[in-house]
């Protein structure tokens, strides 16, 4: 039975805590691989990573392209390129959470499927400008996430997104995370939905271009109008590791 690796940031460690039981934090999972002892029995392994890897710096070239230098931690992921490995990448997440989770000083709103309408009294940006914004606040992730992924063309790579936003503002003030301030309240739920769409919308294209394969929502994860259900929230931004449990047995992880 070939490893499986768990590759990312925050919503990773989540991931993570479902596939099984391991000792330490991020801060330990930052400098190296640990095991996870998996309730499935697979052998499987964590390693925190934002966009900002501490074994990858990135560096552009004379054409403005951009290239990766990569630290001897690198090795140990390169272990992982083999028929059978699986490797979940998740070294981003909270882009669009972090610029558009607190409301906009400047009120917006943009037309989507996702949503029927728009809010009242807003400006409305077209569509083709934010989804410009949302690949502008992924680049840096899927930058490092398609260097990484070069380095394991055998293994089977996933793509993990994050989860569907959190509708309510009442929970998400009480939940900062330690993080977000919300002194000019909390964005529009329904603005927060359209974003979260037009974030799939982008990391859908990056897989299909690089050969990942993109971690579906959980099925019944969402409730009818495609927020994440109560059962799931944790923090203002995240889901509790239940969540994931679908798609940790998918894998087999």
């Known amino acids: 039975m070939s490893a499986n690796l768990i590759l990312g940031a925050s919503h990773a460690m989540v991931l993570a805590r479902q596939v099984g039981r391991f000792e330490g934090d991020w801060k330990v999972a930052v400098r190296d691989l640990i095991p996870i002892a998996t309730h499935s029995g697979a052998e499987t392994w964590l390693l925190f990573s934002t966009n900002n890897p501490t074994f990858l710096e990135l560096k552009r070239g004379p054409g403005d392209e951009i ?46 499927p996702i949503w029927p309408g728009v809010e009242p009294g807003r400006q409305i940006i077209p569509r083709r400008e934010m989804t410009a914004v949302t690949q502008g606040l992924l680049e ?14 055998l293994a089977e790579r996933w793509y993990l997104p994050p989860p569907p936003p959190i509708p309510s503002e009442a929970h998400i003030r009480a939940n900062t995370e330690g993080f977000f301030r919300f002194e000019g309240g909390v964005e529009a739920a329904s603005v927060r939905l359209k974003l979260h769409a037009m ?26 109008q495609g927020f994440l259900r109560e059962p799931y929230w944790q923090g203002s931004t995240h889901a509790t590791s239940d969540y994931y449990a679908g798609i940790v047995a998918e894998l087999g992880l």
Request: proline content about 9%; some cysteine; hydrophobic content about 40%.
């Open 67 to 112: 290239a990766g230098v990569f630290g001897p931690l690198m090795d140990k992921v390169r272990a992982f390129n083999r028929p059978g490995a699986k490797v979940v990448l998740g070294v981003g997440g909270n882009e669009h959470n972090i610029r558009f989770l607190a409301a906009h000083p400047q009120p917006f709103d943009v037309f989507h």
């Open 140 to 153: 840096r992730t899927l930058t490092v996430t398609r260097l990484i992924a070069a380095e394991l063309p």
């Open 199 to 224: 974030y799939l919308e982008v990391v859908t294209g990056f897989c299909r271009a690089n050969g990942l394969r993109l971690i579906p929502p959980t099925p019944g994860g969402q409730d009818e």
